[in-house]
């Protein structure tokens, strides 16, 4: 009796001992996969995401598994009302001080919800500094910008409609007055608000209103949901890689994408023209200089040119940026010495950031991936 239960302990002993410590295919798939690699691939992430192989993280990453992005359900009364006045404000020149720009002169939903330049143009052709952002994802996220400087998208709202490069009201009441012009405004006003008097707040309470019914299901989110069809080999491939071997994951995940910290990638242009030293212009704090809030990778396909200044024309490009390691900051010109701490910080790249080398074929499958977005 004593010797059957021993041999049964032994048994499942080996048994567990058989069972791979890692899951299979994590790491070790090959570079040039045969039909049956890419099946067996296919296989490993046909269940539920938290039985996919690891990701393979750095130190320090934040990782939480990727998901299907749920959906708010529709706004409904009053609330619908409030989102279609901000659709109708969103594209109304109105808002701004010369009448010829609205938010959809560089946030369109043809192009992606951002306007296909690396840098926008707004008042008096002014030339922006950063690129302007697709608006997809703003409902499902905070804080909001490059640099992370709003955290409401009520809030974030005021920023455009002032700033000189871009819709320059100088004064608010200007604005107020524009608007209190249109009758159909005020009647939507007083449908929503209970008063026709449009005020600021309800110009951004409706505007933001309106951004978040803007995201839409992938074909990403299919595929989580159950559709395994929704991504064919290649593009399942390309999420292995993601995972893994090209370290993507180590920033964006979840159901956004985004691990919602900033990070330097080496592409602050220290010391140049270009110089935008990101987070650091909203803290102050030197270590924040060159870093950016992790952007969603929700739709980017639709959402080029790429990077907080639209340097990356395609995502192949990007691809290869990122298999380098990221961007440079030069330490070799003259930097006044008050300046050094910065040129440091500036220099010194996220942790969760490590060169890699990809084959074509596995960059085409990476690329074909992030395309299912
Ligand atoms: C002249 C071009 C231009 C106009 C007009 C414009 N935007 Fe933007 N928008 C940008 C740029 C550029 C950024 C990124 C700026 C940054 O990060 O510093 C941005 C960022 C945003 C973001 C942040 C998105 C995110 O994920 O963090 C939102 C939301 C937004 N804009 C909404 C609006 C609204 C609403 C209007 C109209 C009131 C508007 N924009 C008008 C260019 C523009
Ligand atoms: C260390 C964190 C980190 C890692 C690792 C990382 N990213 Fe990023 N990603 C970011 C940050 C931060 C930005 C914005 C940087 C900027 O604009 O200066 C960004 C921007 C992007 C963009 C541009 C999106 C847009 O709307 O402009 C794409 C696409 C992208 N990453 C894809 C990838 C892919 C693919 C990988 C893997 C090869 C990867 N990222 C690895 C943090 C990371």
Known sequence: MASGITLAVLCVVAVVMLLPSAPPLDARFPAAP???DLAALRQAYSGAPPSWPRPRL????????????????????????LARLGAELFEDPLLSASGHFSCQSCHNRRLGWGDALPTPFGHGRAKGKRNAQSLFTVGYK????????????????????????????????GLLARVNAVDRYRTASAAVTGHEDIRLDTIT????????????????????????????????????????????????????LSDGRFHNLGLSFFNRTLEDLGRYGV?????????????????VAETGPYMHNGIFPALAGLVR???????????????????????????SKSPQLQPFALTPAERAALVAYLNAL
């Not at 750095?58 to 009302?81: N, V, W």
């Not at 400087?149 to 009520?154: A, C, D, I, K, N």
């Not at 995972?243 to 159901?255: D, I, M, W």
Request: proline residues 6%; contains cysteine; charged residues 25%.
């Open 34 to 36: 045969t039909a049956a």
């Open 58 to 81: 750095l130190a320090g990453a934040q990782f939480t598994e990727m998901a299907p992005l749920a959906l708010h359900a529709s706004p409904a009364g009053k609330d619908r009302d």
């Open 142 to 173: 905070t804080p909001y910008f490059w640099d992370g400087r709003s955290v409401t998208l009520e809030e974030q709202a005021l920023a455009p409609l002032t700033d000189h490069r871009e819709m320059a009201n100088d004064d608010v009441a």
């Open 205 to 256: 309470a409706a505007l933001a209103a309106f951004q978040r019914t803007l995201e839409r299901p992938t074909r990403f989110d299919r595929y989580l949901t159950g559709d395994r069809r929704a991504l064919n080999d290649t593009e399942i491939w390309g999420l292995h890689l993601f995972r893994t071997k090209a370290g993507c994951a180590n920033c964006h995940s979840g159901p956004t």
């Open 283 to 299: 803290t102050g704090a030197a270590q924040d200089a060159g870093r950016f809030l992790t952007p969603s990778l929700r739709h």
């Open 321 to 347: 940026f990122y298999e380098g390691g990221g961007g440079r900051v030069r330490i070799d010109r003259p930097v006044a010495p008050e300046r050094l701490a910065l040129r440091q910080a500036a220099a």
